[in-house]
Structure formats: structure tokens, C-alpha cells
């Protein structure tokens, strides 16, 4: 059965999409773990993200820069 979802174009598509997104995700997860992290570093962190995922999401002249 995964095998047989593996090898769907679509899902394949899906899941290369989706190691790119986790991975960023998962580098602004980490710097929220950290005991004494700094709020303004975290900001930035967290903008990063959302100007990230917006950029791969969005059709640019549709986007508006609000950071």
C-alpha cells in the first residue's frame, strides 16, 4: 500500500515540497526549545518563516509585503 502511494507522481510532488517546509520548520522549533532564548531573535525567526512559506505559497504579484 505505501509502496503504491510512493510511487504516485502526486504524492511524490507533495512530500519533496513538504521536506523543504519541515526543514525550515524545524530549524525555528529549535530556537524555541532553548531555555534562554532572546525574544527579538525569536521575532526574527518566526518572520523568516512566514516570509519563507509565503514566498514558496503565494503567486508574487498577488503577495503583500506586511514585515
Known amino acids: 500500500m505505501l ?3 510512493y510511487r504516485d507522481e ?3 510532488l507533495y512530500l ?3 521536506k523543504s517546509v519541515l526543514t525550515e520548520v524545524q ?3 529549535k530556537a524555541f ?3 534562554r532564548s532572546d525574544p527579538a ?3 526574527n525567526t518566526l518572520v ?3 516570509q519563507s512559506l509565503s514566498n514558496k505559497v ?3 504579484t498577488a503577495r503583500i509585503d506586511i514585515f
Do not use: D, F, H, Q
Open 3 to 5: 509502496y503504491g502511494m
Open 10 to 12: 502526486k504524492n511524490r
Open 16 to 18: 519533496v515540497y513538504l
Open 27 to 29: 530549524v525555528a522549533v
Open 33 to 35: 526549545v532553548g531555555e
Open 41 to 43: 531573535k525569536l521575532l
Open 48 to 50: 523568516s518563516l512566514l
Open 58 to 60: 503565494t503567486i508574487p
